[in-house]
């Protein structure tokens, strides 16, 4: 026998076949049921605005990114979250730029995937909301036809806003915050609610949801966490005083799923370690509940998010794991 | 499988020093003759495997990568290959100390991995009790199966192996660790336990790296070893199911050491099989008996896929610590592009000493190795966890043993 081309390497010589890309895709076809039910109830223009937005992360990481970088689809998952987080009428002009700012101001800044500190996505929508505070709360009313435009989805930059001729309603948690109605379980279920595109599809979102956990794409214990912290603190309120929502409306009503299940999970930008996912997810649930019960807005789980990014290498120091033969848990290091 | 022709035996096989050669070339040996004696304590002899002539002492490719002084044996093709008749030591009637001069003069090592001189085990420094021993039948690596073999074919000789070493270390206690996937193997030694003993079977959770000592305490006593120092300091000694067969050997045929099961597995070998191999057997021959190696076969590992050590040079010979030789394919061996760390925090979850690699991996991706000490990089006993689950293929494993030498040389260079 004559010794064959042989490959040396240093151990371990074999690897699981999960990748990074292989996450960052599983995570953008789990979105599909998402969109879909977007497009039901918002249309063309759901379409056109995430495609929009998805094209603006993308031009985004093209244009600042290092080379090779889309490949890894997590610029793609920021366009789809983007997307899903803005409502069905904005200017595509607008969708876009809230892509490409949120690339280059949330992620290559810091040095790219893996290194941003935010919620890409997130920075994008705050961004949107800070320039253009009407049109990104002009939220379209559910239903009409397909093909039917909900805005001035062709505006361009700095082109004056047309007294758009469509029907706009309130949100859930407007209405609720601003008149005192709350809406029906049922159709927040199913997203027959105004709202943004991701906001209002609860089941579809759940279901993308558990798809990625039984893979192992996403911890449970954010989601978990978050929604559970919501739905505790909801409930004592709405038991001290029933002015406030009941538990059911504050989990299904607003972002909250979405940013639970899809935003707060980002790996980069949460905890490393369990016990950290715990204390993060609490933290982003307790902030909504303040937002939206406290606060100006009628709606908080972007900036509870954000607040939330804030603290993670914080947290990961506070909870770095004890080493096997030691007491003290270890503290410090580069976070 | 058969004698080979020819036969490298390294005179460094085992941990601690090397032996010191004591034959020339041109010597004739018979199988079993010594060929080099132990250099200290901490050292042992090397035995002849074969029948056969010196032909050289020379250095020669081993399998840990360097090239070492070894003795090659040519190998007398018409001799019986029966060992020269010797008394056979009666262990009932020996004290301790001839026990431990007998396990050392037979060159038992470590049949685990380490090669760690087994006699030294058995000689714990008076200051410390020793209250139970654990033998170690959990397979320190996947692919690997010749610990279960010797279990369930020589449950005897394990047995009576284990005796030798409770009376010699004076332990009331002894318990045999097996991982559950091997129910052949506990119900093998379970019905030969003796009844005068206190020595139980403990069938263990699998889980890689169960067989690492420092976890295998863990499963069988429920505490943990101190960070930097030995199993004595929680009054155990480990000792591999092998190692315990050795010793039974050596006080049932006088035989030294020459012999080992060793496991040729992997995609990449067309006949696996466990097979009792001679000593100093060089690779080539070994996979050659087993039908050669595939056409699509990437690498030859000695020792398991998680540790062991890739060979350049198949004319490196089996030594004692040799527990397996694994030839994997390159669907297995092929690596995509190494992507950024995206915190998934798989590598913490998978770190049987609960290290953070990702952090580690950043620091030492950094060249920052100095603010690794402080986060426990001695700890890490490199087995390459971290890199299996790593979704971005970072090679942590291999970095983390970068940055123990880099640290070791930086200390080199101040002091």
Redesign the interface.
């Given at each position: 026998?004559t010794?064959?081309r042989?490959?040396?390497?240093?151990?371990?010589?074999?690897?699981?076949q999960?990748?990074?890309?292989?996450?960052m895709w599983s995570v953008v076809v789990s979105l599909a049921p998402v969109v879909a039910a977007a497009a039901w109830y918002f249309g063309i223009s759901a379409l056109l605005v995430i495609a929009a937005s998805v094209a603006g992360c993308v031009a985004g990481e093209r244009a600042f990114g290092r080379p090779g970088t889309l490949r890894?689809g997590s610029a793609a998952i920021t366009g789809l979250l983007l997307g899903l987080c803005l409502p069905a009428g904005l200017p595509l002009w607008m969708a876009a730029l809230g892509g490409v700012v949120g690339i280059a101001l949330g992620k290559v800044v810091f040095g790219?995937?893996?290194?941003n500190v935010f919620n890409p996505a997130l920075i994008g929508r705050a961004f949107l909301q800070a320039a253009f505070p009407v049109p990104i709360t002009t939220w379209p009313a559910v239903g009409g036809s397909f093909w039917m435009l909900r805005g001035d989805t062709f505006a361009l930059p700095f082109m004056r806003a047309q007294a758009p001729d469509v029907v706009t309603a309130a949100t859930p948690l407007g209405l609720w915050k601003f008149s005192g109605q709350e809406t029906g379980v049922v159709d927040l279920l199913l997203g027959n609610t105004g709202g943004s595109l991701g906001e209002t599809a609860a089941l579809a979102i759940l279901l993308g949801g558990a798809w990625l956990a039984w893979r192992g794409y996403l911890?449970w214990r954010v989601p978990v966490a978050v929604l559970a912290t919501v739905a505790l603190a909801a409930a004592i309120l709405h038991t001290v005083n029933a002015r406030f929502p009941t538990p059911l409306f504050m989990l299904l009503s607003g972002g909250l799923l979405l940013g639970a299940v899809y935003m707060a999970t980002d790996?980069?930008t949460?905890?490393?370690?369990?016990s950290g996912r715990w204390i993060f997810g609490v933290g982003i649930g307790l902030l909504v509940v303040v937002i939206r019960v406290w606060g100006g807005l009628p709606e908080g789980v972007m900036y509870a998010i954000l607040l939330m990014n804030a603290f993670v290498p914080f947290i990961?120091q506070a909870t770095?794991?004890?080493?096997?033969?030691?007491r003290k848990r270890?503290v410090?290091?580069?976070? | 499988m058969p004698f080979p022709d020819e036969l490298v035996l390294p005179l460094r096989q085992h941990a601690g020093k090397p032996a010191r050669v004591v034959v020339k070339v041109g010597d004739r040996v018979e199988r079993g003759d010594k060929l080099a004696e132990a250099d200290g304590f901490v050292s042992v002899p090397i035995h002849a495997s074969a029948a056969g002539r010196v032909v050289a002492i020379e250095l020669w490719p081993h399998i840990d990568g360097s090239m070492a002084t070894a003795v090659r044996l040519q190998v007398d093709r018409h001799a019986m290959q029966i060992p020269r008749p010797r008394l056979v030591p009666k262990w009932e009637g020996l004290s301790r100390e001839q026990v431990i001069a007998a396990v050392q003069g037979a060159g038992v090592v470590g049949l685990g991995g380490a090669a760690f001189p087994t006699h030294v085990k058995l000689a714990p420094p008076r200051d410390v009790t020793i209250h139970t021993l654990i033998i170690n039948g959990a397979e320190c690596e996947?692919y690997l199966t010749s610990d279960h073999r010797t279990m369930v074919e020589y449950p005897a000789r394990v047995l009576l192996g284990v005796r030798v070493m409770m009376r010699t270390l004076g332990v009331p206690r002894a318990v045999i660790g097996v991982e559950r996937n091997k129910p052949d193997a506990i119900a093998a030694l379970s019905a030969a336990l003796p009844a005068d003993l206190d020595l139980t079977v403990l069938p263990l959770t699998v889980k890689y790296p169960q067989g690492a000592e420092?976890m295998l305490i863990?499963a069988v006593t429920g505490r943990?070893?101190?960070?930097?120092?030995l199993p004595a300091s929680v009054g155990v000694v480990v000792q591999n199911v092998g190692s315990a067969a050795a010793i039974a050997e050596v006080f049932e045929t006088g035989l030294p050491l020459i012999e080992r099961i060793v496991t040729v597995s992997g995609e990449g070998v067309r006949k696996p099989a466990n097979l009792i191999v001679p000593v100093g057997t060089k690779l080539?021959d070994l996979?050659?008996y087993c039908g050669?190696?595939v056409?699509d076969?990437?690498?030859?590992?000695v020792?398991g896929?998680?540790?062991?050590?890739?060979?350049?040079?198949?004319d490196a010979p089996v030594t004692k610590g040799t527990t397996g030789v694994v030839a994997?394919t390159h669907a297995?061996?092929g690596?995509?592009g190494v992507?950024?760390?995206?915190?998934?925090?798989r590598c913490?979850?998978a770190?049987?000493?609960?290290?953070?690699p990702?952090?580690l991996g950043?620091?030492a991706q950094l060249g920052?190795y100095d603010?690794m000490e402080?986060?426990?990089l001695a700890?890490c006993m490199?087995c390459?966890s971290c890199?299996?689950?790593?979704?971005?293929?970072i090679?942590l494993?291999?970095l983390f043993?970068f940055s123990k030498l880099a640290l070791r040389r930086r200390k080199a260079a101040i002091a």
């Open positions: 026998m010794t064959p042989l490959v040396i390497a240093a151990s371990p010589h074999l690897r699981a999960d990748s990074t890309p292989r996450i890894d790219g995937l893996g290194q911890n790996m980069v949460s905890p490393v370690t369990n990961n770095q794991p004890r080493v096997f033969g030691t270890v410090g290091g580069a976070g | 996947p420092k863990h943990e070893v101190p960070s930097g120092q080539i996979l050659d050669g190696l056409d076969v990437s690498a030859v590992i020792g896929p998680m540790m062991g050590v890739a060979q350049a040079n198949l994997l297995q061996t690596r995509d992507y950024p760390c995206i915190s998934c925090g913490l979850d770190c049987p000493v609960f290290l953070n990702s952090e950043q620091l920052r603010e402080p986060l426990h700890d490199i390459g890199s299996y689950v790593c979704p971005s293929n090679p494993a291999q043993s």
